[in-house]
């Protein structure tokens, strides 16, 4: 069994879509310090070794971040934050002289595997550009501003925004070890 | 003695002139988990646990932001981090079209001192506004945009800047205390 630590219901139905029957998913609310560092993995492996250490499981963290190179990377690990104030309007403002070859920018999410080895961590990234405006009303957060290939991903709808999505993707890698390793 | 925990030998200095021979101080250095919140005190509260848990002498942490009413408290704990991201520059495209009155900031400092007691926090605060533009060429980071009775900090030599400062503010009220409370 696999312990998805979050405050997001969601997030574990994910998960245990992911795997899909070949290994239980149980979900935990579980308050950890989040930590100020540049690296979602950072961020994820402090929260989940808090998390072990509590709760003496094999079980699963995330973190994700905006990064735009133009902003030296910012939002980064703030991301939720920098939403929350500035918002979206806010990073459109940032980003008003920017040329559109300098408006690139990457979603990651890092997901941290805590159980008796240790921890490891798996990466999924998606490459993208910051829009000029936002566009579309699907999707939350940064989406409307976020396009990959011409589209925001608030103009994807759910199946096409999961095709390519940071967090599917980390999740794929973490399920393909996770089964290889367990020998499930 | 008073153990000032931080990278920053300077800020050990000026504690120690606070505390002009009255009470010793000494500095060390120790990596904290920085945690995410919304406020100065819970950080430097969740720092000073952190570093008397491992110390287990009486130790102070301090932690800063910068608050701007007009973009909903950003950049806030996060300040040093967006300055080396953004910059001053960013904060003043992000406030273009914000109106003299709505210009409202202010620098809030607390300072965590922790001992067998338990953990106590005093708070510091300067309250100014955003400037238009940069002005002044003292200080560091902030200090050209932010404005205190028509002069920036940048613009304020270092006594003048002293004689507002939230981090003089704080360490007073803390000085105050802990002479009181400890009976020096």
Redesign the interface.
């Known amino acids: 069994m696999i312990t998805v630590v979050t405050g997001n219901k969601n997030k574990a139905a994910e998960v245990a879509a992911f795997f899909n029957g070949v290994e239980e998913v149980a979900h935990i609310s579980f308050e950890t310090?989040?930590?100020?560092s540049d690296s979602v993995s950072e961020v994820a492996e402090?929260k989940a070794r808090q998390a072990y250490s509590a709760l003496k499981r094999p079980l699963i963290v995330d973190d994700t971040g905006l990064f735009i190179e133009a902003?030296?990377?910012?939002p980064?690990v703030?991301a939720a934050?920098?939403l929350?104030?500035?918002g979206n309007s806010?990073i459109l403002?940032?980003m008003?002289n920017v040329s559109e070859e300098n408006r690139k920018a990457y979603f990651m999410t890092s997901i941290a595997f805590a159980d008796e080895d240790g921890i490891h961590t798996f990466e999924g990234r998606v490459d993208g550009t910051i829009a000029c405006k936002p566009r579309g009303d699907l999707g939350f957060g940064y989406d409307p501003i976020f396009e990959v290939s011409g589209k925001t991903l608030a103009e994807m709808d759910m199946s096409e925004k999961n095709s390519i999505s940071h967090r599917a993707r980390a999740l794929m890698i973490f399920r393909d070890w996770y089964l290889a390793e367990k020998q499930i």
Chains 1, 2 share one sequence.
């Open positions: 310090i989040e930590p100020q402090e902003l030296k990377g910012f980064g703030y934050y920098v929350d104030t500035v806010g403002k940032l008003e």
